[in-house]
């Protein structure tokens, strides 16, 4: 059964600086996939980046990255210059060898002015 | 940008009502998933679709969950006699393929049951 674990249930970010957001992961699976979703407060889940497994590259998209250690089973999310648009509940979830995304409880981003 | 669908937005039921939600996935994706989120809690898989069966579903689809997909675009959930614990907000995916492939949201259907 895969795992994902997200310890920080909210934070707060001043406006364009970075912030990151941690995930742990467990599975015995050799390939997995890791997403980061985004929550904004009308509801809706925005997908924002992806990490195979196997890439040799952290992956990147935009002002979205993701710090992903595979010894330690962490797949941080870094949001560089922060906006207040960013404000927002962001899921960690994993994919492995079933259909099913497991998500973690999710982390309450505030960006203030 | 090609977009998953779903309606109603809100829906409001008395106990033990059928409901049926709706949702029309991405064209040309074959996989589709159901998700439900209790408020203020995390997104729980429901079920996945696949070449019109059903390929996994979790403990909480039980025997009042049933899904559908009657034509070529659009893919139900149908719960049978509604519980206020059905209360929440209910998430279709879609995905082109399986494992790794990312799974596209819908904007969710409101389910309140009184």
């Known amino acids: 059964a895969q795992k994902i674990t997200q310890t920080q249930p909210g934070m707060f970010v001043q406006e364009k600086e970075a912030v990151t957001l941690d995930c742990t992961y467990d599975t015995s699976d050799p390939s997995y996939g890791l997403f980061w979703y985004k929550q904004p407060s009308s509801g809706e889940m925005i997908f924002l980046i992806y990490q195979g497994s196997y890439d040799q590259q952290n992956a990147t998209e935009g002002r979205y990255s993701l710090n992903f250690q595979k010894a330690r089973k962490s797949a941080n999310l870094v949001i560089s210059a922060s906006q207040l648009g960013d404000s927002a509940m962001y899921f960690c979830a994993m994919r492995a060898n079933d259909y099913k995304l497991s998500f973690g409880a999710g982390t309450t981003v505030t960006v203030r002015a | 940008e090609p977009e998953v669908t779903q309606t109603p937005s809100h829906q409001v039921t008395q106990m033990g009502q059928e409901v049926i939600l709706r949702c029309v996935p991405i064209?040309?994706?074959?996989?589709f998933y159901w998700y439900r989120q209790i408020l203020g809690q995390k997104v729980e898989f429901l079920v996945s679709?696949?070449?019109?069966?059903?390929?996994?579903k979790s403990e909480i689809f039980d025997d009042q969950f049933s899904v559908e997909r009657p034509d070529g675009s659009n893919f139900t959930l149908k719960i049978r006699s509604t519980k206020l614990e059905d209360s929440a907000m209910y998430f279709c995916a879609s995905s082109e393929g399986s494992y790794t492939d990312t799974q596209y949201f819908g904007p969710g259907t409101r389910l309140t049951v009184l």
């Open positions: 064209s040309n994706h074959l996989y």
């Open positions: 679709f696949y070449n019109n069966e059903i390929s996994e």
